[in-house]
């Protein structure tokens, strides 16, 4: 078989570095600690959403929804991706589990009182099963799990999964997204990241799903500096 060389070899040396950047995998199972602060927007996109590689676009999320669609977790994990979906975007405070945890822990808010708790309920009793939770019962004994978690994170800080957890849930840290400008943008584990923020939590640890291609071609680090 003949030898074919590389195909990028006749580029310019810039260009030639730009496609190397966007062919480098990043590892998904990187752990970094970083100022949840830092984390200040929810990513929010689905295939229906964000067309914009094809040139269409969609209305998309609004903040009374109780979810938002972000990247999945495994599937996309390491990916590189262009479009829109990092322009389109939601403040973390104005997230609805953001405020429903705020009202509830801060403010003093019995669960079924903030506009989250009803929403997910409204959610299940229209046949969408959240979390596992397929009543508003088995919805409540996860809030109260919450209320543990919160009470723990105060008392002892926040640990990692891999201090708690064995096997692939030892990964299972907060996970963010990485904008074409550098920016960490929410993508999984809304609670612990609420908590996080409302407990004053010097760090935490986040795994990168998705990169923005912008991001990758122009920058030579994985991920972004402070």
Known sequence: MEWQGDPHADLPFEEWKRTKRLQRPADPFTVRRVD???IGHV?????TVDKAQDGE????????????????????????????????????DEYLPYVGLRRHFVDGVDWDHTRYYRNIVDCIAGGSPLWGC???AEFRD?????DRLYDRIDREGYRPASELR????RYDEIAVNVGRDGHLLFNDGKHRLSMAK???????????????????ADSDREFPPE
Not at 43 to 47: C, G, L, N, Q, R
Not at 166 to 169: H, R
Request: hydrophobic share 35%.
């Open 43 to 47: 990513t929010v996109y689905t295939d």
């Open 134 to 136: 397929e009543t508003e």
């Open 166 to 169: 064995e096997g692939k849930l």
């Open 57 to 92: 676009r969609h209305p998309v999320f609004t903040p009374s929804d109780a979810r938002f669609a972000g990247f999945f977790r495994t599937a996309e994990a390491g990916a590189v991706r262009r479009g829109e979906w990092d322009r389109r975007l939601l403040p973390f």
């Open 198 to 216: 409302l407990l004053d939590v010097d760090s935490v640890p986040v795994r990168v799903i998705v990169r923005h291609q912008g991001w990758v």
């Open 142 to 146: 996860r809030c109260e799990d919450l």
């Open 36 to 38: 949840p602060d830092r």
